[in-house]
């Protein structure tokens, strides 16, 4: 019998984890088969203990379930904690249930690996303070930026962020319209923004010379925080697809303790171009 693996989400049908984790599959030789299943809130522990005692080995988690799998979880990795969130739950040897969160070291070797930015030193804006922001704020605290700045409608939101993650580093957190007289080298949209085709009101000539823009939201056609990018004269301006497949990179690894090569996924996927 193969081993069984799903994502979980609501709603789930547009999901490109199942192509993923097939083409990952396909590659590396494992045994699995993964489907997505579209779970409501409200019905989400039960159908997490009804797939793991049908024999279900791991599921991904995505919107709006990573709260209530960080919840869910018996043991929680570190940055699974930092996060409040949790995108990936394996089911241990005894039978417990692991979280982990793979967002963040997605978007990083998305990042750095993939499209060959260096973080140290460099002055970033991240747009939003929700859970999207949560996942990734530890990893860039510890690529040691020069400075990480955190910009919400709502500040009391960014101010909670601020504190929480104090331990790994210092967070600047400003309004949107504060921004202005600010230079940053990269932007990374967390807001929910993009789903409704909007971007958030920020002021002029925030980007630094050769800045990135980087939306963790993708879509088929450029999101809107991309095309603002690349109208305001970033030299790059992209959508979160080489995130999701490294995070998913991440989540195989965890479960099958093999390595997938991304490149060929994000080819096959992307050949319409990267968004
Ligand atoms: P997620 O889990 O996707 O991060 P969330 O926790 O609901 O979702 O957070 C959504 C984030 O997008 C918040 O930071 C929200 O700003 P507020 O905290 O001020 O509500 C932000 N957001 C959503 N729509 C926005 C818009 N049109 N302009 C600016 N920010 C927006």
């Known amino acids: 019998m193969l081993d069984r693996y799903a994502v979980m989400g609501f709603p789930i049908s547009h999901s490109l984890s199942p192509v993923i984790h097939q083409q990952f599959a396909e590659q590396t030789g494992q045994k699995i088969s993964y489907e997505a299943i579209e779970v409501r809130p409200e019905s989400f522990d039960q159908a997490v203990e009804e797939f793991f005692h049908a024999g279900g ?80 704020l530890g990893p860039l605290l510890e690529a040691r930026p020069e400075c990480l700045f955190l910009a919400n409608r709502t500040i009391e939101k960014a101010q909670k962020l601020k504190a929480v993650f104090a331990p790994l580093g210092a967070l600047d957190v400003s309004t949107y319209e504060d921004l202005l007289g600010n230079k940053f080298d990269l932007i990374i949209n967390a807001t929910s923004a993009s789903l ?80």
């Open 57 to 136: 080995q791991g599921i991904n988690c995505t919107v709006p379930l990573k709260e209530l799998a960080f919840k869910k979880a018996d043991q929680l990795t570190e940055r699974a904690k930092f996060s409040g969130a949790v995108n990936t739950l394996k089911r241990m040897e005894d039978g417990s249930l692991l979280g982990d969160n793979t967002d963040g070291i997605g978007l990083m070797t998305d990042l750095c690996k993939n499209l060959g930015l260096s973080l140290a030193g460099k002055r970033i804006l991240v747009l939003g303070a929700g859970g999207a922001t949560r996942g990734i």
């Open 196 to 275: 409704s085709g909007d971007v958030p009101p920020l002021p002029n000539g925030i980007l630094a010379k050769q800045a990135v823009c980087y939306d963790l939201a993708y879509s088929k056609k450029p999101t809107a925080f991309t095309v603002w990018g690349k109208e305001k004269g970033a030299v790059l301006s992209v959508g979160g697809l080489g995130m999701l497949i490294e995070q998913a990179a991440q989540a195989f690894y965890i479960w099958r303790s093999v390595r997938p090569d991304t490149k060929p996924v994000v080819n096959k996927i992307n050949t319409a171009g990267r968004h």
